[in-house]
């Protein structure tokens, strides 16, 4: 069963600190726009280009978007870069 959403944000990519760390993109209020602390599966677009992901809970009303490295090649941009995320659909 997936969920049609339209949530979009624009925010710059962050680095780990630790060797082979994550790259993440941060996504603010989260928790009250998508009504949950927990894990969200989702499915949209970064800069225009398609992708699926778990967004994780910080711990703050917040959710982190992990990039993979692929789709960091893809879009162009690497930490300190803003991208523009669009959620279209929640999955699961």
């Keep these: 069963m997936s969920t049609v959403l339209?949530?979009?944000f624009t925010a710059p990519l962050?680095?780990?600190d630790t060797?082979?760390?994550w790259t993440i993109v941060v996504?603010?209020?989260s928790g009250r726009l998508l009504g949950t602390?927990?894990?969200v599966k989702v499915a949209g677009e970064i800069d225009g280009h398609s992708f699926a992901a778990t967004l994780l809970p910080m711990g703050d009303g917040t959710h982190m978007v992990p990039i993979k490295k692929?789709?960091?090649a893809?879009?162009?941009?690497s930490a300190g870069e803003d991208?523009?995320?669009r959620l279209l659909e929640r999955l699961g």
């Design 83 to 85: 991208v523009t995320v």
């Design 6 to 8: 339209d949530l979009s």
């Design 70 to 72: 692929t789709l960091r």
């Design 19 to 21: 060797p082979g760390g």
């Design 27 to 29: 996504m603010p209020d």
């Design 37 to 39: 602390r927990r894990p």
């Design 74 to 77: 893809t879009v162009g941009k």
């Design 14 to 16: 962050r680095q780990g």
